[in-house]
């Protein structure tokens, strides 16, 4: 290879490090920061970006091509750093060495950086990008010829998160791991995304960027949004949201099965608008970080509008306190208070008053909220934090979790991009609760009502799931709580196609539930391949999760086996890039992310091509009213949507059971992630409904009874 093809690897290695970076909710994370390194100093300039995502089936497949130039008259070694995203893994990330494209493999991270090394002492051109900590990914590659120019793709997943039906794309542009960089790009900037949804989509916005975007509707299920600038600041988030016309309570099946190997499923249970919201009080403390890390990307000041626009959708039955923390504990009220004027007038001057400063000790704040428990009513701990904490404190803070009162859950909001999602999701996770990530361009008073709403809705709690038949290997292993508009999705392998039975067994509100429904489980279905990698990307993040709760790294060749074979960036295994197919083989390393990516492409392709169909006959419908009259027969085949396969449903399982209500089970391959859309799941919202009123009477003559 010449030394003029070097920055090709080197910079499409970078990219392929954006690709980790993805969506919240739920959010896609990915632009990262591309700058010199090693004690030379130098300018790498961003000259084009244009970003492509499609959502389809509740997962967000991003694609990023850019285009950077050495502005430098000498040799430069590019360090590219981005922010770990959340629910985020890398599809691929090519670069074009001498006219062919290269593809990337995940090793163990010691041997990546052997390999790395090797390379580097005789100034060929390997790339590595690895998982530095918890919070940023780094691709080193030299060295970088001058002058050189060089475009580069990358694919990364992100499963979107529905909040009130609410899906939030965020390209979180906005980044802090290295500060007097150059964000600007100096050509084009464009992003497009196309969402298509089996449930109507009912709005389209942009509230980071909304004089920019165009937002077209081409048909009730297919919605897009596009952007193109030049000279773009790629400082801030860009931020879109799209709302589904809300679904009935349901349970969503898609499949991912190629032929002669197990199969994957991703079921998808989500609660409907038929849930009615109480009409009774809860009890809220804010818990807020003031530490000196919330000074940094203005996250004080994000996480201080957050916590007034959740204060101001507070209702008169609720009560609340505030709590700030650094080093020490500093209550509001040392009492919780009625949310009337006079106490939210209050907190808004205690929020302006603080300021980012010293440690962080998030425990002594938790256990004082701990103590506002009333017997008579759930206490919601909302904690507001980056969550840099100290890792001696980690195990102690999950912990203290496990020791909460009954009837306390916590909820954690991750401000900004440098957040610790991973002990944020695992902290709520474990307290019944939520994590959410707040992006400082979104819109946080929908975000404080659709979260308020959220814990106002009855919610499903205790859940269990049984699958019979040849289903192994299900994730997570135990359910977290379903709340209204947060659908909670349940991943697994099977061996053996046809229906199996699902059992889901849950507490509503005081009340057991049970239903047994079957579901179908193909033969074959390439349609889906992504559902593949997000299986084991929370198989990974499930087994991290236990390591950081017992301190030991017991599991690491399990999750170096999978990282291996799915093509996950994790603390133990990182990409490698090398010159071509006979450097992989000198190395003994397989070529399975080629495979992968071959499967990927054909199915993107198929999705690419049925969007095409679906914009060409809205466009079909434009023109002279006249011309159109004079073909009703095409008009009339234009308004069909042969090419959208409906969602269909099992039939309505037996509501006479003394077990309780039942609901239905919409048919493989066609699922939405937002919800079944048979009438017959109403039975199920019904029975919620009920159960949850039941026990809103229950509470009430409890407390008339002891006045």
Not at 339 to 362: C, M, P, S, V, Y
Not at 473 to 487: A, C, F, I, K, R
Request: with cysteine; aromatic share 6%.
């Amino acid at each position: 290879m010449t030394r003029r093809s070097l920055p090709r690897l080197a910079l499409a290695v970078a990219l392929a490090a954006a690709a980790a970076v993805s969506f919240v909710a739920a959010p896609v994370r990915a632009s990262g920061l591309l700058i010199a390194d090693g004690g030379f100093g130098g300018v790498l300039e961003i000259k084009q970006h244009d970003v492509k995502v499609v959502v389809n089936n509740g997962i967000a497949v991003t694609e990023v091509e850019q285009v950077f130039v050495n502005k430098e008259n000498r040799v430069v070694e590019a360090l590219y750093t981005f922010p770990v995203p959340k629910g985020a893994s890398v599809a691929n990330f090519s670069m074009w060495i001498n006219g062919r494209e290269m593809i990337g493999e995940v090793v163990e991270k010691a041997r990546a950086r052997q390999i790395y090394e090797s390379y580097k002492q005789t100034k060929r051109d390997p790339g590595l990008l690895e998982q530095v900590d918890y919070k940023r990914f780094e691709m080193r590659i030299f060295p970088i010829p001058a002058g050189a120019e060089q475009r580069v793709r990358v694919t990364y997943y992100q499963e979107l998160d529905f909040d009130d039906d609410w899906a939030t794309y965020v390209y979180p542009l906005a980044t802090v791991t290295h500060k007097g960089v150059n964000s600007a790009v100096q050509g084009k900037f464009a992003l497009t995304l196309d969402a298509k949804s089996e449930i109507p989509i009912v709005k389209l916005e942009s509230p980071s960027h909304a004089n920019d975007f165009v937002l077209v509707k081409h048909s009730p299920q297919y919605h897009q949004a596009s952007l193109e600038l030049q000279g773009g600041d790629l400082s801030r988030d860009l931020v879109i949201a799209f709302k589904t016309e809300r679904p009935r309570t349901g349970l969503d099946v898609i499949a991912s099965r190629q032929n002669g190997e197990d199969g994957y499923f991703q079921l998808t249970l989500t609660a409907g608008q038929e849930l009615a919201e109480l009409d009774r009080g809860m009890d809220y403390v804010f818990v807020l970080d003031i530490s000196g890390s919330m000074a940094r990307d203005g996250k004080l000041q994000l996480s201080r509008n957050c916590a007034a626009a959740f204060v101001k959708e507070l209702s008169p039955e609720d009560r609340f306190e505030m709590i700030t923390f650094n080093v020490a504990s500093t209550p509001l009220f040392s009492r919780l208070t009625p949310a009337n004027d006079e106490a939210r007038t209050k907190a808004t001057a205690f929020l302006d008053g603080q300021a980012a400063r010293g440690g962080t000790i998030l425990r002594p704040a938790l256990t004082t909220a701990y103590r506002y428990q009333d017997t008579d009513r759930t206490l919601n701990v909302v904690v507001l934090s980056d969550g840099m904490t100290e890792p001696a404190e980690h195990q102690e803070l999950l912990s203290l979790i496990k020791q909460r009162p009954s009837g306390v859950r916590v909820f954690c909001i991750g401000m900004g991009n440098e957040v610790n999602r991973p002990l944020l999701e695992q902290m709520a996770e474990d307290a019944g609760g939520l994590a959410a990530f707040i992006s400082q361009e979104d819109n946080f008073e929908r975000q404080a009502q659709a979260f308020r709403r959220k814990l106002m809705r009855p919610a499903m709690s205790n859940m269990r799931l049984s699958i019979a038949g040849s289903v192994y290997d299900v994730e997570p292993e135990t359910l977290p709580n379903l709340y209204h508009g947060s659908p909670v999705r349940v991943y697994g392998r099977y061996r053996t196609a046809g229906d199996v039975a699902v059992t889901l067994r849950s507490d509503i509100q005081g009340q057991a539930f049970e239903q047994t429904v079957k579901v179908p489980l193909p033969e074959t279905e390439a349609g889906n391949p992504e559902i593949e990698r997000m299986w084991a990307l929370h198989r990974v993040d499930r087994l991290l999760g236990d390591e950081r709760r017992d301190g030991a790294n017991r599991h690491k060749d399990e999750i170096v086996r999978l990282c291996e074979g799915y093509s996950i960036v994790s603390p133990y295994a990182s990409f490698i890039v090398l010159e071509n197919d006979n450097e992989y083989k000198r190395w003994s390393i397989e070529r399975r992310n080629v495979t992968r990516v071959q499967r990927d492409r054909a199915a993107q392709q198929a999705v690419r091509s049925q969007l095409e169909r679906l914009r060409e006959q809205a466009v079909a419908q434009l023109g002279p009213a006249d011309a159109l009259d004079k073909k009703p027969a095409e008009v009339a085949r234009t308004n069909a949507t042969p090419n959208v396969t409906p969602t269909a449903s099992a039939p309505a399982a037996d509501t006479s059971s003394p077990r309780g209500p039942s609901f239905s089970v919409p048919s493989s391959g066609g699922g939405h992630g937002g919800g079944a859309l048979d009438p017959v799941t109403a039975a199920i919202a019904l029975g919620l409904a009920g159960s949850a009123l039941a026990a809103a009477r229950r509470g009430r003559r409890t407390r008339q009874g002891g006045r």
